[in-house]
Each structure stands twice: as C-alpha cells, then as structure tokens.
C-alpha cells in the first residue's frame, strides 16, 4: 500500500515514519481526518482518544460516521476503519473525557507526537503543558465551527494567531504560563457573524484543518 509514497519520499522516510507513535486527542471533524491521513501516510503506531458517541449530526462532517453506526463508539469505530485500511497498525484506544485530573491515561504510553483535536479549551491547555513539560511535540487545532472558507487556515504559532476566540484564549494561557516553547496549530481568520445556539458547520474547514495537523506532523518526521 506504500509504493506511491516510496516514490514520493523514499523507503528510508517511510520506515522513519512507521516507527512513530502518533497520539490523537479528538475525533471529531477535524481529528477524524487528522487521523486518516496519519494512518495512510504510514503511521505504524496511533493512540486516539474520545470519549463521545457519534451523533445523527455529526453526520454532514465526520469521517468516521454513517447512517449504520449512530449511537457507536467513536474511538470503537475509528479502530475498526483503521484495521480496515492497514491491519498492522498497532493502536491504543482511551474512551476517557481526558481533563487534568485523569491525563496521565495519554501519557502512561510512549508518545512521539501528538495532535490536539479536541473542544475543551481546559483540555488544550492541560495537554499543551504535558507536552511542553515531557519533550513531546504537539500541534494544536483552534476552532473550526461556523467557518466555511478553507483556504482561511494557516499553520503558525499560537502567539501568531489572531481574530479566532478559542486561540485568544490559549495565547494569554500561553502567556500566563510562561511557556516559552513554540506551540503550533492550525486556525482560520475568518470572520463571521455571531450564532446562537448550536455551533454551524460545514465538512470543508475542519476536514482541511485534519489534513493540515496531519501533513505538519509528517513532514516534521521526514525533514529531521
């Protein structure tokens, strides 16, 4: 299943990659895909981890929905679609609403890097200090929801962000904490209207922001 990807970087960037262990936080819209596109770029080692079951909404964005597994599991489902791509990839599922009290549940496992898709910003914040405090690589995703124009997204630094309110928030943790590392993610400047209620959504934005942790992750394998 890798031979397009050995033409594209060779077998010895290939082995680099499938020795990794990729952590995901998150499987929704966006960690679905980041997900997918980890474990077809050669990952040989994923953890994922949500807690939540898949929605009849959840049903116009992420990947791992259908109309026959509402009510499902989502890191149950996500592991049956990755063994349903490459039966060799080990995998580590955490059915946990991950917060400070009970993280430790992620970082009890050898972790290389990890890709943070949740919603919780006390999450955000928790994992960004494990990470930054264990040496581990992490990129973050901003907020996604009521954003329709995918080309709005950008990989920076989160002290680089601007308009998006959830990268607000983590910029002046960032701060507070004193953390003096680089803390990359993914986020949109688009602007829209406020909304009540429920969050708008739409696949295109937090498909791309997926796919856009994902590519930073693999290319940060490959160039070092």
Known sequence: MYERII???GEEKLNKIKNKTVCIVGLGGVGGFATEAI???GVGNVIIVDYDRIDISNLNRQIITNQ???GNSKVQEMQKRIKSINPNCNITIIEEKIDSNNI???FQNKIDYLIDACDTITTKESLIIECTKRKIKIISSMGTGNK?????????DIRKTS???IAKKIRKFVTDNKIKDKIPVVYSKEQKPKFQGSIPSMIF????AGLLLANYVICDIINN
Do not use: H, W
């Open 205 to 208: 934005v937090p498909a791309t």
């Open 148 to 156: 329709l124009n995918p080309t709005l997204l950008e990989i920076c």
């Open 39 to 41: 474990v077809r770029s």
């Open 104 to 106: 430790n549940l992620i």
């Open 163 to 165: 308009y998006d309110p």
């Open 7 to 9: 033409k594209l970087i």
């Open 68 to 70: 026959n597994n509402i």
